[in-house]
């Protein structure tokens, strides 16, 4: 199939989710053709990490030197193209007009491609885009919308977007969401009736996994201490503050060091907070690392409080790599996290609660150890690549009228 997969490339999880399902169709034989305002940083790094040769790498940069996009496809190294949205600047406009310049940069590649699925990632701006091109260029391609979370959970409902998003979803040849909760949430929220596949996102076992590594591991704790980590991009609606305020409470009882790792708006807070719980010297603040597979799985315990989550992809990588959670009992999180075998869900803000699951967890070895493990079989089992990615085919057979 040829599939085009619109997303966006800043540090959350639909980027994520839409790049490595490019990589994934890919690998399975399709032609796939990312189109995003940047290179997404996932997609990067799979291309950097496929060796190439003197010759093909000359003419990559040849070719990015010429502004002559794609490349990657014209030394037949990917079936992924990366495909960027023009921009306009013009004084008379305030912003960037990026429905429209999506839409564009859709309507020529079509065109050109004859692109048979345009699968628009976040209903925000993305499914409008897509409808618009479909629209604009006259093709008869299937527009595919994933729901993401906070594209119908929060922006979507302000009034400001309502409308359109209620038509994307509506108007969408086949709509999927990564939770059952996000599915029936968005029925309530927006009157919907319309079937919603619930497509789960995975992980890659391979990529994901725990790291037996004394050395590294002593970069961020001694033996002796337990290590706990928070991954996300720090908005509000993950409640980085409420990491801290657990945090506290569990190395007020057993030597304990935190990594915060990601950047975003309330960083700043959870420094200021950890100053002022005198913590500060026990919190370690890594900026955002792309390739979080290289620390992830030196943790004891992953720390994910959020007020809404629709998925929590951040916790199943965790899980992956052997890492138990203690998470907020909200969204879709209860279909990852299996209360008292792979990790703790605790009503969100529930500071005492989540920090006494979190020393349940690490003060008793024998069960840390089970945890731990049930997480990483859990992860494998039920999230594996092979197990997700053909739901995803399946949802364009049936739109294409394939089966
Ligand atoms: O929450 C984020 O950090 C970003 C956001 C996004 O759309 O990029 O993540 C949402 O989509 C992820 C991938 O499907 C889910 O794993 C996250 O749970 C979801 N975030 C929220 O619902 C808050």
Redesign the pocket.
Request: charged fraction near 10%.
């Given at each position: 199939m040829n599939i085009a997969i619109l997303c966006?490339a800043?540090?959350?999880?639909?980027?994520?989710?839409a790049t490595e399902l490019a990589v994934a169709l890919a690998k399975r034989g399709h032609q796939v053709h990312i189109v995003a305002p940047k290179r997404p940083f996932r997609l990067s790094r799979e291309l950097d990490a496929r060796s190439e040769s003197f010759f093909q790498g000359m003419i990559r940069r040849i070719g990015r030197l010429l502004g002559v996009t794609p490349v990657d496809a014209a030394i037949g190294r990917e079936r992924v193209q990366f495909h960027q949205i023009g921009t306009v600047d013009y004084p008379l406009f305030d912003d960037a007009l990026s429905t429209l310049t999506a839409a564009n940069t859709l309507a020529r590649l079509v065109e050109e491609h004859h692109i048979e699925i345009v699968h628009a990632?976040?209903a925000i701006p993305h499914a409008t885009s897509a409808l618009l091109a479909r629209e604009v260029s006259g093709g008869s391609f299937k527009v595919v919308t994933?729901l993401?979370?906070?594209?119908v959970?929060?922006l979507g409902l302000e009034p400001a977007l309502r409308h359109t998003t209620r038509h994307a979803i509506e108007a969408s040849d086949a709509v999927t969401a990564?939770?059952h909760d996000?599915a029936r949430h968005t029925r309530e929220a927006f009157g919907i009736h319309r079937p919603i596949h619930v497509i789960h996102?995975w992980v890659d076992p391979e990529r994901f996994k725990p790291i037996h590594d004394p050395l590294l591991r002593a970069r961020f704790a001694q033996p002796d201490e337990a290590l706990l980590i928070h991954v996300?991009?720090f908005?509000r609606?993950?409640r980085p503050q409420d990491v801290i305020r657990v945090f506290a409470r569990v190395a007020a009882k057993l030597p304990a060091r935190l990594l915060m790792v990601g950047d975003g708006p309330e960083r700043p807070e959870c420094f200021a907070l950890a100053q002022e719980l005198e913590v500060m010297g026990r919190v370690q603040f890594l900026e955002f690392i792309p390739e979080v597979e290289r620390v992830l799985g030196l943790a004891d315990l992953m720390l994910m409080p959020?007020?809404?989550?629709?998925?929590?992809?951040?916790?199943?990588e965790g899980m992956a790599c052997g890492v138990p959670v203690v998470a907020s009992r909200v969204?879709?999180?209860p279909e990852v996290v299996e209360e008292g075998k792979t990790g703790y869900l605790r009503a969100v803000g529930d500071i005492e609660g989540m920090a006494e699951a979190a020393l349940e967890a690490l003060s008793q070895p024998v069960h840390h150890q089970r945890l731990g493990e049930q997480a990483r079989v859990r992860a494998v089992e039920r999230f594996h690549p092979d197990v997700i990615v053909p739901q995803y085919l399946e949802v364009y057979r049936e739109v294409l009228g394939l089966q």
């Open positions: 966006h800043s540090a959350g999880g639909s980027g994520v989710v990632h976040y994933t993401h979370g906070t594209d959970t929060l990564v939770s996000l996102n996300s991009n908005r609606v993950k959020s007020e809404q989550e629709s998925f929590g992809l951040a916790v199943l969204g879709g999180l």
